[in-house]
């Protein structure tokens, strides 16, 4: 090959480089918002929110102070904050875990995430969705809602160092109709559990499951 045609070789496969790379954005202050259908590298802020559009596909997302949303059918890496909640809309896939301090977890239907879901203080909550991890919280209330498949358990943890502080309530747990829980469920503080009677779930440790066969578990 001529030195001229290598030289444009190599600056079409540079320019080509260029087009496909996947953006990083990173930031100290401030929000993340990317764009539908777009796709990034790791979104990170300290002071800030993201939010991840509707069809579009990053690598993992991060922050710090604020709360991380995802829009319908988008693809994301692993997802995790220490004070805000994570909120995913319908048929969102998550090639990682979902993790947040203090703030709520929400997957809505059609959720797919390749690892497990954790939070110290806030609810986590999935409906029709598919885990491949398990779930672990501290005080936080659990809601395994219709048509979901955990495959990793449940665990309620006790409170140890920094976080040695007794909820001022039982920790509510509920496996709605048609769940699934694979493997243990275990309590190791006291919660209230509800498990519809059409759901399946592995062995429970340190709490009676109360049965119930309406679309929602009991008030208390």
Do not use: C, W
């Not at 001229?4 to 496909?20: C, E, H, K, P």
């Not at 209330?141 to 920094?162: E, I």
Request: proline share 3%; glycine share 16%.
């Amino acid at each position: 090959m001529s030195p001229i045609r290598t030289a444009l070789f190599i600056a079409l496969a540079l320019s080509a480089g260029n087009v496909f790379a996947a953006e990083d954005i990173s930031k100290v202050n401030g929000g993340i918002h990317t764009e539908s259908g777009q796709t990034y590298g790791d979104l990170e802020t300290v002071n800030g929110s993201i939010h991840i559009a509707s069809g579009a596909t990053t690598d993992s997302a991060g922050t710090v102070n604020g709360g991380i949303s995802v829009g319908g059918k988008a693809v994301t890496g692993k997802l995790e904050t220490v004070n805000g909640g994570i909120k995913l809309e319908r048929d969102v896939t998550v090639n990682g875990g979902i993790e947040t301090v203090n703030g709520s977890i929400f997957v809505d239907r059609g959720g797919k995430v390749k690892d497990g879901v954790e939070t110290v203080n806030g609810a986590i909550g999935l409906v029709a969705t598919q885990l491949g991890g398990g779930i672990e919280t501290v005080r936080g209330d659990v809601t395994v809602g219709v048509d979901s498949h955990v495959a990793g358990g449940l665990r309620v943890q006790k409170s140890h160092g920094v976080f040695n502080i007794e909820p001022k309530r039982d920790p509510r747990i509920v496996i709605g109709p048609n769940a699934v829980v694979e493997g243990p469920l275990v309590f190791e503080r006291a919660v209230k559990l509800y498990v519809h009677k059409t759901a399946r779930i592995g062995a429970v440790t340190g709490a009676t499951a109360q049965s119930f066969d309406t679309p929602t578990a009991p008030a208390e």
